[in-house]
């Protein structure tokens, strides 16, 4: 387990990293669009749903163990945002182990997902979430989506973080087209901007859940790795302290022996001095 750790944290980190370079560079795009267009376009809500309605919530966890505060962590954090918000969650488990969780603690679950064992299975995964909560959200069960997942840190430490990825409301659109462009020289969008700002507001969604997925398994992988550092430590430990424990029944041992045989050859030297006439 640890070696498996060890091999796949590597293509997580580096994922993460291109994946942060990925979503800035399609932030700027949809800040772009919005600049040329009116940052205060339609709100995705469907017809007959307030913002008090049903709140549909992905929560990334694992399916294996080892891990930890792991999926308590990012479980208790998920809990209590939502208990924040004004409406009933609706949530996603990707992973059995924080699946049990969530039960454990109440919270009403729709639907769990496997947790991929590699960067080429998380675009499946992705697409299965985006189909099945699509799905849902067009039946107008609920107008916001929440994603929540454990995000690395320095050395093998993670913090729970949550996204609200949608509505993509006039605040999010007005916000991005606020942002100050890196270069002087301003974008000019190309083509029909309705065709553009779909395809990065399609892009913009896949992206979020994919960096999500990636984060969580970087974290994951650390935290088994650590976990499994401090279990061959606590091992050598124990077998260092069991060593100093067997040695040192073994020398009182021999000192018990040795002091009945001192003790037995000093009575018989008594008794022989006794015998003397």
Same mark, same amino acid.
């Given at each position: 387990?640890?070696?498996?750790?060890?091999?796949?944290?590597?293509?997580?980190?580096?994922?993460?990293?291109?994946?942060?370079?990925?979503?800035?560079?399609?932030?700027?795009?949809?800040?772009?669009?919005?600049?040329?267009?009116?940052?205060?376009?339609?709100?995705?809500?469907?017809?007959?749903?307030?913002?008090?309605?049903?709140?549909?919530?992905?929560?990334?966890?694992?399916?294996?163990?080892?891990?930890?505060?792991?999926?308590?962590?990012?479980?208790?954090?998920?809990?209590?945002?939502?208990?924040?918000?004004?409406?009933?969650?609706?949530?996603?488990?990707?992973?059995?182990?924080? !699946?049990?969780? %969530? +039960?454990? $603690?109440?919270? /009403?679950?729709?639907? *769990?997902?496997? =947790?991929?064992?590699?960067?080429?299975?998380?675009?499946?995964?992705?697409?299965?979430?985006?189909?099945?909560?699509?799905?849902?959200?067009?039946?107008?069960?609920?107008?916001?989506?929440?994603?929540?997942?454990?995000?690395?840190?320095?050395?093998?430490?993670?913090?729970?973080?949550?996204?609200?990825?949608?509505?993509?409301?006039?605040?999010? !659109?007005?916000? %991005? +087209?606020? $942002?100050?462009? /890196?270069?002087?020289? *301003?974008?000019? =969008?190309?083509?029909?901007?309705?065709?553009?700002?779909?395809?990065?507001?399609?892009?913009?969604?896949?992206?979020?859940?994919?960096?999500?997925?990636?984060?969580?398994?970087?974290?994951?992988?650390?935290?088994?790795?650590?976990?499994?550092?401090?279990?061959?430590?606590?091992?050598?430990?124990?077998?260092?302290?069991?060593?100093?424990?067997?040695?040192?029944?073994?020398?009182?041992?021999?000192?018990?022996?040795?002091?009945?045989?001192?003790?037995?050859?000093?009575?018989?030297?008594?008794?022989?001095?006794?015998?003397?006439?």
């Amino acid at each position: 387990m640890k070696a498996l750790a060890a091999s796949s944290i590597g293509q997580y980190e580096k994922s993460v990293r291109a994946l942060g370079d990925y979503y800035r560079t399609v932030e700027l795009g949809l800040g772009a669009c919005f600049r040329e267009s009116d940052p205060a376009a339609p709100v995705v809500i469907r017809k007959g749903q307030t913002d008090a309605g049903a709140i549909g919530a992905v929560v990334f966890g694992s399916d294996q163990g080892l891990v930890g505060q792991f999926n308590d962590v990012v479980a208790d954090f998920a809990v209590k945002t939502l208990a924040a918000l004004p409406g009933k969650p609706e949530v996603w488990a990707v992973g059995e182990r924080v !699946q049990a969780r %969530l +039960a454990d $603690a109440g919270v /009403p679950l729709i639907g *769990l997902f496997a =947790v991929p064992n590699s960067v080429q299975a998380i675009t499946p995964l992705v697409g299965q979430i985006q189909i099945e909560s699509e799905a849902r959200r067009a039946k107008g069960e609920y107008a916001r989506l929440y994603i929540f997942h454990n995000r690395p840190m320095s050395g093998a430490l993670y913090e729970p973080v949550s996204q609200r990825l949608l509505p993509l409301d006039a605040p999010w !659109q007005q916000g %991005l +087209a606020k $942002a100050p462009w /890196p270069t002087k020289v *301003l974008p000019e =969008v190309m083509g029909r901007g309705t065709g553009t700002l779909r395809a990065l507001i399609r892009e913009y969604l896949f992206i979020s859940l994919f960096r999500a997925c990636a984060e969580s398994l970087a974290s994951e992988n650390a935290s088994r790795l650590a976990a499994m550092e401090r279990a061959d430590k606590n091992i050598d430990e124990l077998l260092e302290t069991l060593h100093g424990t067997f040695h040192r029944i073994r020398q009182a041992g021999i000192d018990e022996e040795l002091f009945d045989v001192i003790s037995g050859f000093e009575a018989l030297k008594s008794n022989v001095a006794c015998l003397k006439p």
